[in-house]
């Protein structure tokens, strides 16, 4: 499955997939631009329009524009064999992804000036995550003998049995 996006030159979230959000996120996660339809309505239910919204939010989550968004099935078709008839505009948005890709693996979330799309945030959220269970476990005096793992210090401990660690 992960091998596909490694030879693919876009990826279409397809409205009778009923909008394949964990498949849009992972093709973007492997630098593939994403085309969705977020007002398709299925011929078999109308259930898919939250897993299309979702695939759309994704989308503008990776900053890579807006357009790759249709409003129909008909502007998702056109925007799809546009796209793939410009590879010039692939290229670019698959250097985009990657380049956003690459600084996620940085510390760019402490730079302020940092402009990583939010996708791709995922240490600025861990240390987020990680700053508030420490301010909760500081207002509560009666838990201070309690320990708190950060993400880190529990890579420290990899080689240490599971149930010492719960």
């Keep these: 499955y992960g091998a596909a996006f490694a030879v693919s030159d876009l990826y279409l979230d397809i409205p009778e997939a ?12 492997s630098g593939v631009p994403v085309i969705s339809c977020k007002n398709a309505i299925s011929n078999h239910s109308q259930s898919n329009s939250l897993q299309l ?38 290229a670019l948005l698959r250097a985009t992804l990657m380049q956003s890709i690459a600084a996620s693996t940085t510390n760019s979330y402490l730079h302020p000036s940092s402009n990583l799309a939010p996708l791709f ?3 600025k959220r861990v240390f987020e995550f990680e700053l508030a269970l420490k301010q909760m476990y500081q207002s509560y005096p009666h838990l201070q003998n309690f320990k708190i793992d950060t993400y880190n210090d529990f890579q420290k401990k990899k080689n240490t049995n599971i149930k010492e660690i719960i």
């Design 121 to 123: 945030e995922h240490s």
């Design 18 to 29: 009923l909008g394949d959000v964990n498949g849009v996120i992972d093709a973007l996660w």
């Design 53 to 90: 919204w979702f695939s759309a939010s994704v989308i503008i989550a990776a900053k890579i524009g807006v357009e790759l968004i249709s409003n129909s099935l008909i502007e998702y078709e056109n925007n799809a064999i546009q796209l793939i008839s410009d590879v010039g505009k692939l």
